[in-house]
Protein backbone atom coordinates (compact mmCIF):
# COMPACT_ATOMS: atom_id res chain seq x y z
CA UNK A 1 0.00 0.00 0.00
CA UNK A 2 1.11 3.24 -1.02
CA UNK A 3 1.06 6.31 1.96
CA UNK A 4 0.09 9.92 1.27
CA UNK A 5 3.22 10.77 2.09
CA UNK A 6 4.65 9.38 -0.96
CA UNK A 7 2.32 8.87 -3.18
CA UNK A 8 2.51 12.20 -5.51
CA UNK A 9 6.52 12.31 -5.17
CA UNK A 10 7.36 9.27 -6.43
CA UNK A 11 5.84 7.27 -9.09
CA UNK A 12 5.91 3.51 -8.94
CA UNK A 13 6.82 1.66 -11.98
CA UNK A 14 4.50 0.94 -14.45
CA UNK A 15 2.88 -2.56 -14.97
CA UNK A 16 1.35 -1.89 -18.70
CA UNK A 17 -1.69 -4.92 -18.09
CA UNK A 18 -2.91 -2.76 -15.07
CA UNK A 19 -1.79 0.56 -16.35
CA UNK A 20 -4.85 3.01 -17.13
CA UNK A 21 -4.19 6.26 -17.45
CA UNK A 22 -7.19 7.79 -19.14
CA UNK A 23 -8.83 10.40 -17.02
CA UNK A 24 -5.90 11.20 -14.67
CA UNK A 25 -5.13 14.62 -14.67
CA UNK A 26 -3.12 15.71 -11.19
CA UNK A 27 -0.76 13.23 -11.11
CA UNK A 28 1.01 9.81 -12.96
CA UNK A 29 -1.04 6.89 -11.86
CA UNK A 30 0.06 3.66 -11.34
CA UNK A 31 -1.80 1.81 -10.06
CA UNK A 32 1.12 -1.02 -8.90
CA UNK A 33 -0.04 -2.32 -5.62
CA UNK A 34 -0.64 -5.92 -3.92
CA UNK A 35 -4.39 -6.02 -4.53
CA UNK A 36 -4.57 -7.00 -7.73
CA UNK A 37 -5.62 -4.55 -11.13
CA UNK A 38 -8.18 -1.63 -10.08
CA UNK A 39 -11.36 -2.69 -11.83
CA UNK A 40 -13.49 -0.95 -13.87
CA UNK A 41 -17.01 -0.14 -12.54
CA UNK A 42 -20.05 -1.24 -14.97
CA UNK A 43 -21.80 1.75 -13.69
CA UNK A 44 -21.92 4.54 -10.93
CA UNK A 45 -23.66 1.78 -8.43
CA UNK A 46 -20.92 -0.75 -9.31
CA UNK A 47 -18.26 2.34 -8.40
CA UNK A 48 -20.24 2.75 -5.00
CA UNK A 49 -20.05 -1.11 -4.26
CA UNK A 50 -16.15 -0.64 -5.50
CA UNK A 51 -15.57 1.59 -3.18
CA UNK A 52 -16.77 -0.24 -0.27
CA UNK A 53 -14.26 -2.80 -0.81
CA UNK A 54 -11.41 -0.35 -1.20
CA UNK A 55 -12.16 2.09 1.92
CA UNK A 56 -14.28 -0.27 3.79
CA UNK A 57 -11.15 -1.33 6.20
CA UNK A 58 -9.16 2.17 5.82
CA UNK A 59 -11.36 5.15 4.42
CA UNK A 60 -11.23 6.26 8.49
CA UNK A 61 -7.28 6.27 8.78
CA UNK A 62 -6.10 9.04 6.62
CA UNK A 63 -2.74 8.12 6.23
CA UNK A 64 -3.83 4.68 5.17
CA UNK A 65 -5.76 5.34 2.30
CA UNK A 66 -4.70 3.88 -1.27
CA UNK A 67 -4.99 7.33 -2.79
CA UNK A 68 -3.64 5.94 -5.98
CA UNK A 69 -6.47 2.98 -6.58
CA UNK A 70 -9.17 4.88 -5.10
CA UNK A 71 -8.31 7.72 -7.65
CA UNK A 72 -7.50 5.15 -10.76
CA UNK A 73 -11.13 3.41 -9.68
CA UNK A 74 -13.10 6.93 -10.09
CA UNK A 75 -11.05 7.41 -13.40
CA UNK A 76 -12.39 3.84 -14.36
CA UNK A 77 -15.78 4.88 -13.98
CA UNK A 78 -16.69 6.12 -17.32
CA UNK A 79 -19.79 9.24 -16.74
CA UNK A 80 -23.47 7.89 -18.02
CA UNK A 81 -25.85 10.86 -17.28
CA UNK A 82 -28.62 7.45 -16.91
CA UNK A 83 -26.83 6.85 -13.28
CA UNK A 84 -26.57 10.37 -11.97
CA UNK A 85 -29.26 11.96 -13.21
CA UNK A 86 -31.29 11.69 -10.26
CA UNK A 87 -28.67 12.61 -8.29
CA UNK A 88 -27.39 16.12 -9.93
CA UNK A 89 -30.36 18.60 -8.41
CA UNK A 90 -29.31 22.31 -9.04
CA UNK A 91 -30.51 25.32 -7.04
CA UNK A 92 -30.50 28.81 -8.05
CA UNK A 93 -27.04 30.99 -7.48
CA UNK A 94 -24.84 28.16 -5.85
CA UNK A 95 -23.85 24.81 -5.96
CA UNK A 96 -25.03 21.84 -4.65
CA UNK A 97 -24.02 18.97 -2.51
CA UNK A 98 -26.30 15.76 -3.12
CA UNK A 99 -25.37 12.68 -1.18
CA UNK A 100 -24.90 9.29 -3.27
CA UNK A 101 -23.41 7.11 -0.59
CA UNK A 102 -22.14 7.49 3.15
CA UNK A 103 -19.67 4.78 2.93
CA UNK A 104 -21.06 3.96 6.23
CA UNK A 105 -19.57 6.52 7.99
CA UNK A 106 -16.15 5.76 6.52
CA UNK A 107 -16.31 7.92 3.37
CA UNK A 108 -19.04 10.51 1.49
CA UNK A 109 -19.65 10.24 -2.30
CA UNK A 110 -21.77 13.19 -3.21
CA UNK A 111 -22.50 14.80 -7.03
CA UNK A 112 -22.21 18.24 -6.75
CA UNK A 113 -24.25 20.77 -9.56
CA UNK A 114 -22.42 23.89 -10.53
CA UNK A 115 -24.77 26.43 -12.10
CA UNK A 116 -23.18 28.56 -14.30
CA UNK A 117 -20.91 30.87 -13.13
CA UNK A 118 -20.83 29.22 -9.71
CA UNK A 119 -17.72 28.28 -7.84
CA UNK A 120 -17.16 27.87 -3.76
CA UNK A 121 -15.39 29.85 -1.20
CA UNK A 122 -11.01 28.95 -0.91
CA UNK A 123 -11.42 26.29 1.30
CA UNK A 124 -9.84 22.93 3.45
CA UNK A 125 -10.64 19.87 3.56
CA UNK A 126 -9.83 18.99 7.48
CA UNK A 127 -7.46 16.99 6.70
CA UNK A 128 -9.86 14.30 4.23
CA UNK A 129 -8.56 13.01 1.31
CA UNK A 130 -10.53 14.31 -1.57
CA UNK A 131 -11.33 12.78 -4.93
CA UNK A 132 -13.61 15.02 -7.81
CA UNK A 133 -14.45 13.41 -10.93
CA UNK A 134 -15.86 15.84 -13.56
CA UNK A 135 -19.47 14.09 -14.71
CA UNK A 136 -20.50 16.35 -17.43
CA UNK A 137 -19.11 20.24 -18.28
CA UNK A 138 -16.46 21.36 -16.93
CA UNK A 139 -15.15 23.12 -13.41
CA UNK A 140 -12.00 25.19 -12.72
CA UNK A 141 -9.65 24.79 -10.03
CA UNK A 142 -7.52 27.04 -8.15
CA UNK A 143 -4.77 26.37 -6.14
CA UNK A 144 -3.72 27.95 -3.31
CA UNK A 145 -0.67 28.37 -0.91
CA UNK A 146 -1.54 28.34 2.72
CA UNK A 147 -1.20 31.38 4.26
CA UNK A 148 1.96 31.87 6.31
CA UNK A 149 -0.09 31.86 9.27
CA UNK A 150 -4.02 30.96 9.45
CA UNK A 151 -5.49 34.09 11.15
CA UNK A 152 -9.13 33.82 12.24
CA UNK A 153 -11.64 36.50 10.86
CA UNK A 154 -12.81 36.65 14.43
CA UNK A 155 -9.03 37.46 15.88
CA UNK A 156 -9.04 40.98 14.85
CA UNK A 157 -12.26 42.19 13.90
CA UNK A 158 -11.17 45.59 13.38
CA UNK A 159 -8.58 45.40 10.96
CA UNK A 160 -10.82 45.64 7.43
CA UNK A 161 -9.47 46.58 4.31
CA UNK A 162 -10.36 48.69 1.63
CA UNK A 163 -8.50 52.03 1.90
CA UNK A 164 -7.02 54.35 -0.97
CA UNK A 165 -3.82 54.73 1.16
CA UNK A 166 -0.75 53.34 -1.47
CA UNK A 167 0.71 51.94 1.67
CA UNK A 168 -1.95 49.96 2.55
CA UNK A 169 -2.64 49.06 -0.86
CA UNK A 170 0.81 47.35 -0.72
CA UNK A 171 0.03 45.52 2.45
CA UNK A 172 -3.33 44.53 1.16
CA UNK A 173 -1.33 42.71 -1.54
CA UNK A 174 0.76 41.01 1.03
CA UNK A 175 -2.20 39.90 2.54
CA UNK A 176 -3.66 38.39 -0.78
CA UNK A 177 -4.42 34.51 -1.02
CA UNK A 178 -1.14 33.64 -3.21
CA UNK A 179 -2.29 31.24 -6.46
CA UNK A 180 -0.06 28.05 -6.81
CA UNK A 181 -2.03 26.62 -9.51
CA UNK A 182 -5.16 27.06 -11.93
CA UNK A 183 -6.40 24.31 -13.87
CA UNK A 184 -9.63 23.39 -16.42
CA UNK A 185 -10.61 19.93 -15.40
CA UNK A 186 -12.77 18.21 -18.45
CA UNK A 187 -15.22 15.41 -18.16
CA UNK A 188 -13.67 12.36 -16.72
CA UNK A 189 -11.31 14.08 -15.37
CA UNK A 190 -9.96 12.86 -11.75
CA UNK A 191 -8.42 15.37 -9.74
CA UNK A 192 -6.94 15.08 -5.96
CA UNK A 193 -6.51 17.05 -3.36
CA UNK A 194 -5.52 17.29 0.46
CA UNK A 195 -4.36 20.02 2.51
CA UNK A 196 -0.58 18.71 2.30
CA UNK A 197 -1.17 20.15 -1.01
CA UNK A 198 -2.60 23.65 -0.09
CA UNK A 199 -6.18 25.18 -0.63
CA UNK A 200 -8.36 25.23 -3.65
CA UNK A 201 -11.23 26.98 -5.18
CA UNK A 202 -13.69 25.16 -7.61
CA UNK A 203 -15.78 26.91 -9.82
CA UNK A 204 -18.20 26.21 -13.21
CA UNK A 205 -16.09 28.76 -15.58
CA UNK A 206 -19.08 28.52 -18.69
CA UNK A 207 -21.51 31.28 -18.65
CA UNK A 208 -24.55 28.68 -21.00
CA UNK A 209 -23.93 25.11 -19.42
CA UNK A 210 -23.90 23.80 -15.63
CA UNK A 211 -21.56 21.40 -14.51
CA UNK A 212 -21.22 18.06 -12.76
CA UNK A 213 -19.06 16.42 -10.58
CA UNK A 214 -18.48 13.35 -8.28
CA UNK A 215 -16.96 13.93 -4.99
CA UNK A 216 -15.47 11.63 -2.44
CA UNK A 217 -14.04 12.51 0.88
CA UNK A 218 -12.34 10.18 3.21
CA UNK A 219 -12.61 10.89 6.25
CA UNK A 220 -16.33 12.41 5.57
CA UNK A 221 -15.70 16.31 6.87
CA UNK A 222 -18.76 18.21 8.22
CA UNK A 223 -16.97 22.12 8.22
CA UNK A 224 -14.04 23.48 7.15
CA UNK A 225 -12.26 26.63 6.86
CA UNK A 226 -13.21 28.75 4.45
CA UNK A 227 -10.82 32.17 3.07
CA UNK A 228 -10.82 35.59 2.35
CA UNK A 229 -9.42 35.77 -0.72
CA UNK A 230 -7.83 39.40 -0.23
CA UNK A 231 -7.25 38.87 3.50
CA UNK A 232 -6.38 35.50 3.56
CA UNK A 233 -8.13 35.26 6.89
CA UNK A 234 -10.29 32.11 7.73
CA UNK A 235 -13.43 31.83 9.41
CA UNK A 236 -15.43 28.41 9.56
CA UNK A 237 -17.47 27.49 7.00
CA UNK A 238 -20.67 26.35 9.66
CA UNK A 239 -21.53 22.64 8.91
CA UNK A 240 -21.83 22.03 5.10
CA UNK A 241 -24.70 20.29 4.59
CA UNK A 242 -26.31 18.00 1.68
CA UNK A 243 -29.30 19.07 -0.56
CA UNK A 244 -30.16 16.08 -1.57
CA UNK A 245 -29.72 11.86 0.28
CA UNK A 246 -30.28 9.63 -2.45
CA UNK A 247 -32.03 11.91 -4.73
CA UNK A 248 -34.57 12.91 -2.35
CA UNK A 249 -34.55 16.34 -1.47
CA UNK A 250 -33.61 17.60 2.21
CA UNK A 251 -36.40 19.47 3.64
CA UNK A 252 -33.36 20.87 6.10
CA UNK A 253 -31.68 22.31 3.11
CA UNK A 254 -33.88 25.27 3.28
CA UNK A 255 -33.02 25.98 6.75
CA UNK A 256 -30.77 28.72 8.33
CA UNK A 257 -28.13 26.48 8.37
CA UNK A 258 -27.89 25.66 4.43
CA UNK A 259 -27.91 29.31 3.71
CA UNK A 260 -25.24 30.07 6.42
CA UNK A 261 -22.55 27.45 5.05
CA UNK A 262 -19.79 30.29 3.60
CA UNK A 263 -18.27 27.10 1.76
CA UNK A 264 -21.47 27.24 -0.97
CA UNK A 265 -22.35 30.77 -0.36
CA UNK A 266 -19.76 33.16 -2.19
N1 LIG B 1 -14.93 20.55 -1.19
C1 LIG B 1 -16.14 21.21 -1.58
C2 LIG B 1 -16.40 21.14 -3.05
S1 LIG B 1 -15.08 21.73 -3.98
O1 LIG B 1 -15.11 23.06 -4.16
O2 LIG B 1 -13.97 20.97 -3.91
C3 LIG B 1 -17.33 20.65 -0.83
O3 LIG B 1 -17.17 19.75 -0.02
O4 LIG B 1 -18.45 21.13 -1.05
FE1 LIG C 1 -12.97 21.25 -2.13
Same mark, same amino acid.
Given at each position: =???????????????????????????????? @??????????????????????????? $??????????????????? /??????????? +????????????????? +??? =?????? !????????????????? %?????? $??????????????????????????? /???? !?? !????? =???????????? %????? &?????? &???????? *??????????????????? +????????? *???? @?? +?? *???? !?????????????? *?????
Amino acid at each position: =MTSIANSFITSAPVDPTISKTDGIVTNTITAV @CNKGPVPVPKDLDDLVRLLHIELGTSG $LDSEDVDVERVQQLMANYK /SNMRDWKKYAL +FDKGRYTRNLVDDGNGK +FNL =MILAWP !ETTGSAIHDHSGSHCLM %KILDGR $LQETLYHWPDKVINESDNPDSGMGSDN /SDDE !EK !EKDAA =MKIKKETILKRN %KVAYM &HDKLGL &HAVSNPLK *SKGAISLHLYTPPYETCKT +FNERSSKAR *SSGK @CV +FF *SDKG !EKIDACRSKEYTKC *SLTNV
